[in-house]
């Protein structure tokens, strides 16, 4: 079965890093751009990151210099390395796939959502 599979969220003080995996099982992650996400209470949901097959990478501006992504193959696992937190990066973190090939950070591009990891960044 085709899955991905969120952890590493929790409570961190602002300033403080969290590290998110991504782990897939069901297929090879070294084929497909694989994307974060995350969405806040009330609001839409919003691409924070994806790394493509090639290791080619993108941010968005709110997290660019903040948050790094990779990917470890042999571990079928993506990461998203999160420092300098704020409060306003409190939300649920998601990881998907590309439907297709590239890079973006549309929500509507990606599918095999996983369930989602809790990111509180609060004093």
């Known amino acids: 079965q085709l899955q991905l599979v969120e952890s590493g969220g929790g409570l961190v003080q602002p300033g403080g890093s969290l590290r998110l995996d991504c782990a897939a099982s069901?297929?090879?992650?070294?084929?497909?751009?694989i994307g974060w996400f995350r969405q806040a209470p009330g609001k839409e949901r919003e691409g924070v990151s994806c790394?493509?097959?090639?290791?080619?990478?993108t941010y968005s501006d709110s997290v660019k210099g903040r948050f790094t992504i990779a990917r470890d193959n042999a571990k079928n696992t993506v990461y998203l390395q999160m420092n300098s937190l704020k409060p306003e990066d409190t939300a649920v973190y998601y990881c998907?796939?590309?439907?297709?090939?590239?890079?973006?950070?549309?929500?509507?591009?990606?599918?095999?959502w996983g369930q989602g990891t809790q990111v509180t960044v609060s004093s």
């Open positions: 069901g297929f090879s992650l070294d084929y497909y751009t």
């Open positions: 998907a796939r590309l439907r297709n090939w590239g890079l973006t950070l549309r929500p509507a591009d990606y599918h095999y």
């Open positions: 790394i493509s097959a090639s290791n080619e990478r």
